[in-house]
T-cell receptor
Framework: AQSVTQLDSQVPVFEEAPVELRCNYSSSVSVYLFWYVQYPNQGLQLLLKYLSGSTLVESINGFEAEFNKSQTSFHLRKPSVHISDTAEYFCAVSRGYSGGSNYKLTFGKGTLLTVNP | DTGVSQNPRHKITKRGQNVTFRCDPISEHNRLYWYRQTLGQGPEFLTYFQNEAQLEKSRLLSDRFSAERPKGSFSTLEIQRTEQGDSAMYLC????????????FGPGTRLLVL
């Protein structure tokens, strides 16, 4: 079984400031890691994912996350945020490849990022 | 690609009534997942289909819950004898069925049980 801890329930920042949203996971098997974003009144959208290979993954809108196996972390960062980044961010984990077909996601409780002018 | 759709978007019902939700996955997506999200929490896995076969159910899915996916296309989630604790957002997601691939989420059905 896997579990995810998002250490901050709310993160307020000013526009153009850097931000880090923290995520730690627990698992007895190899994992795949994800960040999903939920804008107000919208569904969950995949922001970025780590499956294998380079531990640093990037999204098209400037976010990046680094998989750190020794610290069991997958923190999300952005060097300069915009007001439009205001949303709830969810970290999620699934088991890594093992020949089965169920890649159900286990989510953290979410972090509400509020970007103020 | 029209995305995952869910109907209805909102449902208000009285305790004890039955409700049914529908999910239409992205065309040709073999895998379909149901999740439930309550206020202040992340989504929690309920059940999973590979084509028409329901392969896993969470312990969260009590006997009052049943899900189907006839012919491996759309899926329905029925809750019988609803309770106030069933109030939540019910999310559906689909994926292609090839290894670990992105799960695409629908907008959800928000259920309120009075």
């Amino acid at each position: 079984a896997q579990s995810v801890t998002q250490l901050d329930s709310q993160v307020p920042v000013f526009e153009e400031a850097p931000v880090e949203l923290r995520c730690n996971y627990s698992s007895s098997v190899s994992v795949y890691l994800f960040w999903y974003v939920q804008y107000p009144n919208q569904g969950l959208q995949l922001l970025l994912k780590y499956l294998s290979g380079s531990t640093l993954v990037e999204s098209i809108n400037g976010f990046e996350a680094e998989f750190n196996k020794s610290q069991t972390s997958f923190h999300l960062r952005k060097p300069s945020v915009h007001i439009s980044d205001t949303a709830e961010y969810f970290c999620a984990v699934s088991r890594g490849y093992s020949g089965g077909s169920n890649y159900k996601l286990t989510f953290g409780k979410g972090t509400l990022l509020t970007v103020n002018p | 690609d029209t995305g995952v759709s869910q109907n209805p978007r909102h449902k208000i019902t009285k305790r004890g009534q039955n409700v049914t939700f529908r999910c239409d996955p992205i065309s040709e997506h073999n895998r379909l997942y149901w999740y439930r999200q309550t206020l202040g929490q992340g989504p929690e896995f309920l059940t999973y289909f590979q084509n028409e076969a329901q392969l896993e159910k969470s312990r969260l899915l009590s006997d009052r819950f049943s899900a189907e996916r006839p012919k491996g296309s759309f899926s329905t989630l029925e809750i019988q004898r609803t309770e106030q604790g069933d109030s939540a957002m019910y999310l559906c997601a689909s994926s292609t069925g090839q290894g670990q691939e992105t799960q695409y989420f629908g907008p959800g059905t928000r259920l309120l049980v009075l």
